[in-house]
Nanobody, 114 residues
Framework: QERLVESGGGIVQPGGSLRLSCLVS????????WAWYRQTPGKQRELVAA???????NYADSVKGRFTIARDDAQNTLYLQMSSLKPDDTAVYFCNRRPIMGFWGRGTQVTVSS
């Protein structure tokens, strides 16, 4: 069964850090671009960061210099290291391929609050 399982979210104070993981099952991982997205209530899901099979990376302007995306093709896992977190980073974070596949995981909630 195709699955995307995001984990690592939580509640942190502004300036804190979190590391998200996305375990991909029954879907080819290597050879594809993978990305992290986030969504807040009432807003569209937005692209946070993407990493190509070559290792080329793109970040949304809002997270440049603070977030780092990485991939482990041997473990079918995508990572997002988040530092210097801000309240505006509060969202549910999802992973998916690019182009997006026809399903999503449950996501992982990140809340940045003092």
């Amino acid at each position: 069964q195709e699955r995307l399982v995001e984990s690592g979210g939580g509640i942190v104070q502004p300036g804190g850090s979190l590391r998200l993981s996305c375990l991909v099952s029954s879907v080819r991982f290597d050879g594809y671009t993978w990305a992290w997205y986030r969504q807040t209530p009432g807003k569209q899901r937005e692209l946070v960061a993407a990493i190509q099979p070559s290792g080329n990376i793109n970040y949304a302007d809002s997270v440049k210099g603070r977030f780092t995306i990485a991939r482990d093709d041997a473990q079918n896992t995508l990572y997002l290291q988040m530092s210097s977190l801000k309240p505006d980073d509060t969202a549910v974070y999802f992973c998916n391929r690019r182009p997006i596949m026809g399903f999503w995981g449950r996501g992982t909630q990140v809340t940045v609050s003092s």
